[in-house]
């Protein structure tokens, strides 16, 4: 017999699906060799199906990369989180970098930006990606290398904004990803970087007047308004 309290947690139809049955109002009837805890087999089978799927139509698409022959500025982020016993693990993982940028000559290592914890908190509380945005928009950096994407941010929303603020430079700026094998300057996504239809439809930028000036809300703070008296 099964407990009431457990099989009211069971929707109705998985009831069915696993074989729970009552009868004459009693409670349900569950087969010995079921267990409630334990993963249903076919449906793991399922999913594994549905990975394997996706994965062989992920290697009929025509993949983009950074050209080896293409002049990279690179700036190699690095968020670094030690779970190994080596002391010396993050040397060892900056080497591995150094060496793969060696086999293309027109890459160049600019530096190496390194922030601590396992996965990113925020942008704004990375002080070390900042220093690396600093220098995109400078244009000391030109391609970003960093392993994944938590590595960055854990929003996808976030991810496509700074994608196409960088994207958007004089020089644009890209971003590689090793573990997800995406670079975001790929020929696919630059619809996406450019798309406007978040703006209204006709809408343009109003040019500038040389009467047009600050206006304070009215009830506003003034304080930090300044004039000449």
């Known amino acids: 017999m099964m407990d009431d309290r457990i099989s009211g947690m069971i929707p109705v139809e998985d009831q069915m699906d696993m074989g729970i049955s009552r009868e004459n109002g009693s409670s349900p009837v569950m087969p010995e060799s079921q267990n409630v805890f334990r993963p249903d087999s076919s449906r793991d089978r399922y999913q594994r199906d549905r990975i394997n799927r996706h994965k062989l139509w992920l290697e009929t698409l025509i993949r983009e990369y950074p050209m080896p022959y293409s002049r990279y500025r690179i700036g190699v982020y690095i968020r670094y989180f030690n779970q190994t016993k080596y002391e010396n693990y993050l040397d060892y993982h900056k080497q591995q970098f150094r060496d793969t940028i060696s086999l293309c000559p027109n890459w160049q290592l600019v530096d190496f930006y390194v922030d601590t914890g396992i996965s990113a908190p925020s942008m704004e509380s990375s002080p070390e990606w900042c220093r690396l945005l600093e220098d995109c928009f400078s244009g000391k950096v030109n391609l970003i290398v960093t392993q994944k994407t938590s590595n960055v941010s854990r929003r996808p929303d976030e991810l496509a904004f700074i994608s196409r603020i960088l994207a ?60 000449d008296k």
């Open 168 to 227: 958007a430079q004089k020089q644009p700026v890209g971003i590689y990803f090793i573990s997800e094998d995406l670079y975001t300057l790929a020929s696919y996504y630059q619809p996406d970087l450019h798309e406007k239809d978040f703006l209204p439809v006709g809408w343009q930028v109003l040019p500038d007047e040389e009467s047009d000036m600050p206006v304070l809300p009215q009830g506003g703070d003034d304080t930090h308004a300044s004039a």
